[in-house]
């Protein structure tokens, strides 16, 4: 009766003190992590790892810390602002508050008939400070394009068309060869294979597309360090880990990154979440295995 159970957290190798219930500090911390302090236009938090519970008894006059432990926790996060930014030719033009606000700049456009809707597009970014944001008006006059008048053209033009072919490149392993890398990996996420490994109708597909809804959580497929965490192209948004063995994977047209480059990510660990940002017709995670460069099936390792 001289001793109670409760429990010691240990954050970061660092012992910070005692808790009664590590369910409540736990959910507190979860809630952080998703909406941070209620600021706007955050999307998530990150903080450097979670914490430790260890159960012991500890005597009756001792007092727990619960609030002390949460404000240290919380007070290594980096917080995550979410907009949307209007590309025009691959180039970054404006930085928007709302999707709504793009919707509202491309209907404009349209009304307008644009000569260029075909080369403005989307993407939903994240980053750690906050950005300036244009007004739609502001976007509509700097992104309309007046149509060129028709241009009557007297002489004969022949057009003439060449098929190319697709031939094997030094980057890519065939889908049955299957190299030893020397680590194990897991599922990133649960879903429906919509795209294998290996040549397609038009093109060499250097990953497995695994369909799933729109901000499924992504888990580290093995322990490494994030050596790319940002938008690339086609990929959208992207998370390159880094592991032993000279191996890489790659996790593609992410909604959101939860990490940044030269963090430290455990098997299992919640990295990013499923979207369909850059090359995407749906919500998939394009996931890819690398060995020194060179792509490999995914399905030799993985599903």
């Known amino acids: 009766m001289f001793y109670k159970p409760t429990y010691e957290v240990i954050y970061n190798g660092e012992f910070l003190g005692y808790i009664n219930n590590k369910g409540k500090l736990q959910a507190k911390i979860n809630e ?30 001792v007092e727990t810390n619960d609030e002390e432990i949460y404000d240290k ?31 509202e700049i491309m209907n404009k456009l349209k009304e307008k008939n644009t ?57 890519v392993n065939s889908p049955g060869n299957r190299v030893d890398i020397g680590i194990s990996l897991i599922q990133p996420v649960n879903g429906r294979i919509s795209c294998r490994y290996g040549y397609q109708r038009s093109y060499y597909h250097t990953g497995l597309d695994i369909a799933a809804p729109n901000g499924t959580p992504i888990r580290a497929a093995a322990d490494g360090t994030v050596t790319y965490a940002g938008y690339h192209y086609s990929y959208g948004n992207l998370l390159i880990v880094t592991h032993a063995n000279g191996v890489q994977t790659y996790y593609a047209h992410c909604s959101r990154l939860n990490c940044s480059v030269g963090s430290y990510v455990s ?34 390792y993985v599903y």
């Open 115 to 171: 000569n260029n809707l075909d080369k403005i597009t989307t993407v939903e970014k994240y980053d750690t400070n906050i950005v300036e944001f244009a007004n739609v008006d502001t976007c509509v006059e700097g992104l309309y394009e007046k149509k060129p008048e028709p241009v009557v053209v007297k002489k004969t033009v022949t057009y003439s068309k060449s098929n190319g072919s697709i031939g094997s490149s030094k980057n």
């Open 32 to 61: 952080y992590i998703a909406n941070g302090n209620g600021d706007a236009n955050v999307a998530f938090v990150q903080i450097q790892s979670m914490p430790k519970y260890e159960m012991c008894l500890l005597k009756r006059e």
């Open 267 to 300: 098997q299992g660990q919640t990295i990013a979440a499923v979207g369909s940002t850059g090359n995407s017709t749906g919500p998939h995670l394009h996931l890819e295995v690398r060995i020194n460069g060179t792509a490999q099936n995914p399905q030799n």
């Open 73 to 103: 926790i919380i007070g290594t996060g980096v917080s995550y602002y979410k907009y949307y930014t209007m590309i025009l030719n691959g180039e970054e033009k404006y930085n928007l508050a709302t999707y709504q606000e793009t919707e």
